[in-house]
């Protein structure tokens, strides 16, 4: 079973940044795709970036337009969420997820593909 943990949210400013993490246990990360996804309030959630397995595929969501990048360091089984430029817009609770299928190299950006969640990290950007 994999367990995984956000940290890293709080408030920011508009313009600043903030690093979330996701520790991956139970489990390897390096065998699964993992990804960042997000919820504001009274809206669904949405798909923020993903990564493969090794890491050297990549995808973001339009909106995050050049803002996010998204490393991870297989060794300490953690996947990161580095967001730069902030918005208000960008407020929401974050939650990293891993793949559904074990070992796969498929880049999933659908919500139902991702097997495991975290309980997500409130990231709060003021005006």
């Known amino acids: 079973q994999v367990q995984l943990a956000e940290s890293g949210g709080g408030l920011v400013q508009a313009g600043g940044a903030l690093t979330l993490s996701c520790a991956v246990s139970g489990r390897t990360a390096s065998a699964y795709v993992m990804g960042w996804f997000r919820q504001a309030p009274g809206k669904e959630r949405e798909i923020v970036a993903a990564?493969?397995?090794?890491?050297?595929?990549?995808y973001y969501a339009d909106f995050v337009e050049g803002r996010f990048t998204i490393p991870r360091d297989n060794a300490k089984n953690t996947v990161y969420l580095q967001m730069y430029s902030l918005k208000p817009e960008d407020t929401a609770v974050y939650y990293c997820a891993a793949g559904r299928r074990l070992l796969s190299e498929v880049l999933e950006i659908a919500a139902t593909q991702y097997a495991y969640w975290g309980p997500g990290t409130q990231v709060t950007v003021s005006s």
């Open positions: 990564t493969s397995r090794s890491g050297s595929n990549t």
